[in-house]
């Protein structure tokens, strides 16, 4: 007679947890091996161009390998979204540029949108160049301004400034400038233009007249062609007037030194009769010398400083 078989449910449980983890490993494998292929973190290699402007819309190609086509994927420049983002291959992505700081050298990073989410920074970075053109920030003189109080009324000034938003090429700076009569002066210009020169370093320039800007006239100053370290140019140019009131019409002058010091002589006097408190006339020098050679100290070949002149008037003179 058989002995009845004993049911040993250890080694039954045994035996099936044996037979079981293979499979289950198997499966977990499979599933790992699955995922991972369809979403492995991407590959960036190489991006171009490396450079643009701070306002943004550079369209940058960025290549690599495993860029996810069926879900997307995200690229950050220095922290932001880029724009227009898409996926042409597994080896390619386009994407335009967010806006950013002249100046700046941002990191570009790379996300494959499907799970899990694996964000790879590129070994290049992105640099915002300047592409603010820059602004005339201060002129002097201020636009309007009426000079009243001098010393010379033949050389009252040679030079003006403009100031600009940042650093300018100074060699890039034209400054025209126009000359026109005020309405208290009593000739007009010899020249509608007054020529000079610019010079400057850093944000400012300074104009510097070839002739002294004198008394009874406006100026008026038109500034272009600036362009700052980028080669951003000036969009519009700017202009500024000023004026210099004349002096009260004068009937005595004292000589001074400035009218004698360059040469003596008719030279002198022509000097002075072109004074806009004389007769803003140069011409007019043959007057002084007929209302003032009876005068015993009088010589019109070498005047004094301090010396009185007469200035004579009227219609007696042929004066209206």
Known sequence: ???????????????????????????????????????????????????????????????????????????????????????????????????????????????????????????????????????????????????????????????LSVSFSEPIDSNSVVVDVTVTKTEDSMSEPMNATLSGTVTGSGDSVTFTSDMPMRAGRMYTATVSGATDMAGNALESSHSFSFSITSPEVLDRYRVKEEDIQEENGEAALKRIASRPEIFDDAEMWKRLVAANQDDYIFDRRKLSVGQLLLIPRGRAWGDK
């Open 1 to 159: 007679m058989k002995k009845p078989r004993i049911f040993n449910s250890k080694f039954w449980l045994a035996s099936v947890a044996k037979k079981a983890v293979p499979v289950v490993l198997a499966i977990v494998c499979a599933w790992i091996a699955g995922c991972a292929g369809c979403n492995p973190e991407p590959i960036p290699s190489g991006m171009s161009p490396t450079e643009g402007p701070e306002t943004g819309g550079t369209t940058v190609q960025i290549t690599g390998e495993k860029f996810d086509m069926k879900n997307g994927v995200t690229v950050t420049f220095g922290g932001k979204n880029a724009q227009s983002v898409t996926v042409p291959s597994e080896m390619q992505i386009t994407a335009v540029t967010p806006g950013g700081m002249a100046g700046e050298s941002v990191s570009i990073v790379v996300t494959n949108k499907g799970k899990p989410e694996v964000p790879v920074t590129l070994s290049q970075r992105f640099t915002y160049t300047d592409a603010t053109p820059p602004t005339v920030t201060m002129n002097e003189p201020v636009d309007g301004t009426v000079i009243s109080e001098y010393e010379n009324s033949l050389n009252v000034m040679d030079s």
